[in-house]
């Protein structure tokens, strides 16, 4: 389903604005990225290395574009976020809408435009289930579950991470306040580091999945669009609610399109989950699982 | 001092109680102010003393009680209301437009009085631009008494924090206020400032009669210019009257210097 | 020793509180101005027209619009691509379908309809702002995009989806040449100009920039935040219909919804951000820029590449483009927040004392 992708997506940004406070909207730029990277090394390493496996080729691979998401975290880091520390919400905002449009373009010169696929042994067959209560059984994609089954791996390993580790601590720190934690000697710039990591690993672990269900495209940018609405609606701030988040999105396109399309011409899917998003907005802005937000005089 | 007549009851304040959450900012608070007078609010840090002005301002919304501003009893009143009503305030971590000219902080306090609408002021016509003059020179006789001249076209957040707080105090002012709620206007004050800004404050209050409701920690100031005085601590109120009875109420010294055992 | 105001005392409040308070600045723009519309014409081909004056000038335009919400008023908008689309295509329709409208009426009718659709999109901003209100002026974005390509009564029924114009003119004055709809978008982004201008540093734009400042503040001491957001809102959303009435009508000739899609709004916002927000001049200074550059990375990328011996093709020099792009918001959100507009001033304050150092 496109809910469990959307909802890998949203994961992103939701880890970045919980152990930042700044909304990435380079995310969906990032999981582009990725995937190219991904999709290109796994053609290009066993070429040159003489590599058989499948298997083998596609670890050095994923190492390979893991390696260099690190890089791009570290340079954005450098380059970028470190000059905009103290500046307000919207200029980090349009900074990364900046960002957005380099890595767009730096993606396509270094990997090419082409159409490209990424075959990780995903399973592609359906499956068949609950036949016994519903007629014929429920149609059930084995690679969403699979797909559904990492996206809950990795949602558990990051939890504990942030939970049970000092370096965890520290990020949350940083996320409520910027000064105050570096006035306790939390070294920000590697926290930023580690965050924008963390965040291109989602964002690859995401890549990978789109990119082995669609073929990796440029119209996988537009995936940051299609994923702020699932932020709104499960909340900036909760990691369950950007999943929950995703499905419900994710089910509500393909059932509005179904019963509603038919009625007012057809292709709503563009706009359905954003409408959503602003009623959400218009009488609970935090979202389903998000905080509250709170003005201060 | 000069004799002043201090008026009747002009704002009363009955038990108010205000609660965040679990947490109880001001239990069950009742005082008064009158007209033309200047009363002090003082109590330690974390007594409630910017929530209290937070109530009477309308930015905050009582759990209980209610306010009754010149025979007018509200429970919960907007801000925008307040504002008509001629109360103006001053904030203790300056919410000053950072981004614009002393003169365009100035003006903004006068946005209540004026009259022109959108397409007036678009083309600037006749009525547009006399209202702007007109308001302009209510600003300057503003910025003439408290001594900033220089510093009109100054982007605000360019001034250092004295010269902000007479600012702030400009602004409030330029609402032409009956009642004028301070908090802490003189915090990170020198003795030079803190003795311009008394002046300031005495000066309004005796020539336009603004009744004024100051939060201070500085004592000294506070028992020179106050007519009576608040005492709060954790919220509730320990003391009420004259400076030199509140000066002289054992709660209130045990408040601000601990018992010994 | 050129810009110095020794002398130019002001003796009334008015005289301080015009639009240019230093006389050499008044007759630089007069002289701009006469330049834009009196030189220009006549030396200008084509080409420049086409590719760079005319397009500048509407985009200056919106620009200017948006500047207005996002730059004075801080209210982030991603949306203003919607706003010149509903402009475009209600400007459309009531030039089609009402007979002997007026070129100027119809596009002014375009702005009108694009305020109503601007103020109910902006209603969101009283509840939530940053993030969440550019949320909701993407839903703007993608529902207009699909109202004007599937609901057939705004493209007047037509089959391949596309509307077009033609045959334009004012009072009788044809305007087919690219010198005279050059002069026509002109005349609107100077009328625009002043109007905000006015606006801008009159009572409604101090409510505007406290609202952006402080907007708690705002409130307390009597401006009401609806009014100011809304009225915000609605300015603005009528200059971008407008601009993209004329985007439409005049640049165009005939056009489908892909011409207001995201990226027009993502290109406005690039405009006011680079250019400056808060600052009338700095929509000006923005919209060159952002049309200027592509061009210039044109001539320049393909030279740059041969001199390193390597052919650039197309496809890379779009997205080296994209990359540089990219590469310059950051840059300049980095060095200069406030943008070009910002750069200008501090020239001028150094141009004032100039030939001392300070």
Same mark, same amino acid.
């Given at each position: 389903m496109a809910g469990m992708l959307y909802a890998l997506v949203a994961l992103g940004f939701v880890l970045i604005f919980k152990a930042s406070g700044v909304f990435n909207f380079?995310?969906?730029?990032?999981?582009?990225?990725?995937?190219?990277?991904?999709?290109?090394?796994?053609?290009?390493?066993?070429?040159?290395? =003489?590599?058989?496996?499948?298997?083998?080729?596609?670890?050095?691979?994923?190492?390979?574009?893991?390696?260099?998401?690190?890089?791009?975290?570290?340079?954005?880091?450098?380059?970028?976020?470190?000059?905009?520390?103290?500046?307000? =919400?919207?200029?980090?905002?349009?900074? %990364?809408? =900046?960002? %957005?449009?380099?890595?767009?373009?730096?993606?396509? %010169?270094?990997?090419?435009?082409?159409?490209?696929?990424?075959?990780?042994?995903?399973?592609?067959?359906?499956l068949f289930a609950f036949e016994s209560m519903f007629q014929g059984g429920v149609l059930l994609n084995k690679e969403d579950m699979v797909a559904a089954a990492i996206a809950a791996a990795l949602v558990a390993a990051l939890s504990l991470f942030f939970q049970k580790t000092a370096t965890g601590r520290a990020l949350r720190a940083v996320a409520d306040d910027h000064q105050a934690a570096q006035s306790i000697g939390i070294p920000l710039n590697r926290i930023w580091v580690i965050v924008w990591c963390v965040a291109g690993i989602t964002a690859l672990v995401a890549g990978i999945i789109w990119g082995s269900k669609l073929g990796v495209q440029f119209s996988l940018t537009t995936v940051a669009l299609r994923a702020l609405p699932v932020i709104i609606l499960g909340g900036l701030t909760s990691v369950p609610g950007a999943i929950i988040g995703g499905l419900i999105i994710g089910v509500g396109e393909k059932l509005s399109e179904v019963y509603l399309g038919p009625l007012v011409g057809g292709g709503i899917e563009i706009w359905f989950a954003y409408m959503l998003a602003l009623v959400f907005l218009l009488f609970r802005p935090q979202g389903l699982f998000g905080e509250k937000i709170i003005d201060r005089v | 001092m000069a004799h002043k007549k201090v008026g009747d009851v002009i704002l009363d304040v009955k038990n108010i109680s205000l609660r965040f959450g679990g947490v109880k900012a001001l239990t069950d608070i009742s005082f008064n102010v009158k007209e033309h007078e200047i009363r002090s609010i003082i109590g330690p840090n974390g007594? *409630?003393?910017?929530?209290?002005?937070?109530?009477?301002?309308?930015?905050?919304?009582?759990?209980?009680?209610?306010?009754?501003? !010149? *025979?007018?009893?509200?429970?919960?009143?907007?801000? !925008?209301?307040?504002?008509?009503?001629?109360?103006?305030?001053?904030?203790?971590?300056?919410?000053?437009?950072?981004?614009?000219?002393?003169?365009?902080?100035?003006?903004?306090?006068?946005?209540?009085?004026?009259?022109?609408?959108?397409?007036?002021?678009?083309? !600037?016509?006749?009525?547009?631009?006399?209202?702007?003059?007109?308001?302009?020179?209510?600003?300057?006789h503003i910025i003439d008494f408290l001594e900033i001249q220089a510093y009109r076209k100054t982007p605000v *957040?360019?001034?250092?924090? *004295?010269?902000?707080?007479?600012?702030?105090?400009? !602004?409030?002012?330029?609402?032409?206020?009956?009642?004028?709620?301070?908090?802490?206007?003189?915090?990170?004050?020198?003795v030079e400032e803190k003795q311009d800004m008394c002046r300031f404050i005495l000066d309004v209050n005796d020539e336009f009669g603004t009744t004024t409701v100051l939060i201070e920690h500085d004592m000294g100031v506070v028992m020179d210019i106050s007519d009576r005085v608040v005492v709060l601590d954790y919220g509730k109120k320990i003391g009420d009257g004259a400076p030199d009875e509140v000066r002289n109420n054992e709660d209130v010294i045990r408040a601000y210097l601990g018992s010994s055992h | 020793?050129?810009?110095?105001?020794?002398?130019?005392?002001?003796?009334? @409040?008015?005289?301080?509180?015009?639009?240019?308070?230093?006389?050499?600045?008044?007759?630089?723009? $007069?002289?701009?101005?006469?330049? &834009? &519309?009196?030189?220009?014409?006549?030396?200008?081909?084509?080409?420049?027209?086409?590719?760079?004056?005319?397009?500048?000038?509407? $985009?200056?335009?919106?620009?200017? #619009?948006?500047?207005?919400?996002?730059?004075?008023?801080?209210?982030?908008?991603?949306?203003? #691509?919607?706003?010149?689309?509903?402009?475009?295509?209600?400007?459309?329709?009531? @030039?089609?379908?009402?007979? #002997?409208?007026?070129l100027i009426v119809a596009l002014l009718s375009g702005g009108f309809f694009a305020t109503l659709v601007g103020m109910a999109f902006g209603i969101p901003s009283l509840r939530v702002k940053g993030l969440y209100l550019a949320v909701a002026t993407l839903a703007a974005q993608f529902f207009c995009d699909w109202t004007f390509l599937r609901v057939g009564w705004f493209t007047n029924n037509n089959p391949s989806g596309s509307v077009s114009v033609s045959n334009l003119s004012v009072l009788g004055w044809s305007i087919d040449s690219p010198a005279a709809k050059y002069l026509f978008c002109l005349a609107f982004l100077v009328v625009f100009a002043l109007l905000a201008k006015n606006l801008v540093r009159g009572a409604i734009g101090r409510e505007w920039m406290a609202i952006r400042d402080m907007d708690v503040a705002a409130a307390v001491i009597g401006i009401r935040p609806m009014y100011a957001k809304l009225s915000a809102f609605a300015v603005s959303s009528f200059i971008v219909g407008v601009a993209g009435g004329l985007w439409g009508f005049v640049h165009l000739g005939a056009w489908e919804p892909a011409a207001f899609s995201i990226d027009r709004s993502f290109q406005l916002l690039f405009m006011v951000i680079i250019g400056g927000m808060g600052s009338i001049m700095g929509s000006f200074f923005g919209a060159a820029f952002i049309v200027l550059l592509p061009i210039l990375l044109n001539q320049l990328l393909p030279w740059a590449g041969e001199l390193i011996g390597v052919t650039v093709s197309t496809a890379a020099l779009s997205h080296t483009e994209v990359m540089i792009f990219g590469a310059l918001i950051v840059w300049f959100l980095i060095v200069e927040p406030h943008g070009l507009a910002k750069l200008w001033s501090i020239a001028k304050q150094k141009l004032r004392i100039w030939p001392f150092p300070h």
């Open positions: 380079a995310q969906g730029a990032m999981v582009l990225f990725a995937a190219l990277a991904m999709a290109r090394f796994s053609e290009w390493i066993p070429g040159l290395l =003489g590599i058989d496996s499948k298997l083998v080729g596609n670890l050095l691979a994923f190492c390979a574009a893991a390696a260099l998401m690190f890089v791009l975290a570290w340079l954005i880091e450098r380059l970028v976020l470190r000059h905009l520390v103290n500046q307000e =919400g919207v200029t980090l905002l349009m900074a %990364t809408l =900046g960002i %957005t449009y380099f890595i767009d373009g730096l993606g396509q %010169t270094l990997f090419g435009s082409d159409i490209y696929k990424i075959d990780i042994g995903m399973p592609k067959d359906p | 007594a *409630g003393k910017s929530s209290m002005l937070n109530c009477i301002n309308g930015v905050y919304k009582p759990s209980e009680g209610s306010i009754t501003f !010149r *025979g007018q009893t509200f429970s919960h009143m907007s801000s !925008r209301q307040v504002a008509e009503m001629g109360v103006a305030r001053t904030f203790q971590n300056l919410a000053l437009f950072k981004g614009m000219s002393v003169i365009d902080n100035l003006m903004t306090g006068r946005n209540l009085r004026i009259r022109s609408n959108l397409l007036l002021q678009a083309l !600037r016509l006749g009525p547009a631009q006399r209202e702007e003059e007109a308001h302009r020179e209510k600003v300057e *957040g360019q001034l250092p924090y *004295g010269l902000q707080k007479r600012v702030d105090l400009g !602004r409030a002012l330029a609402m032409e206020p009956q009642v004028l709620l301070l908090d802490e206007p003189m915090a990170g004050m020198n | 020793m050129l810009y110095r105001e020794n002398g130019q005392f002001k003796t009334t @409040y008015r005289s301080d509180q015009q639009i240019f308070t230093i006389s050499q600045d008044r007759w630089a723009i $007069l002289a701009l101005v006469a330049f &834009a &519309a009196i030189a220009v014409p006549l030396f200008a081909d084509e080409y420049l027209f086409r590719a760079i004056l005319i397009p500048f000038v509407i $985009l200056a335009l919106a620009a200017l #619009g948006v500047n207005i919400l996002v730059g004075y008023c801080g209210q982030i908008s991603l949306g203003s #691509g919607a706003f010149m689309a509903v402009g475009a295509y209600m400007a459309y329709n009531s @030039y089609v379908r009402i007979e #002997g409208m007026p």
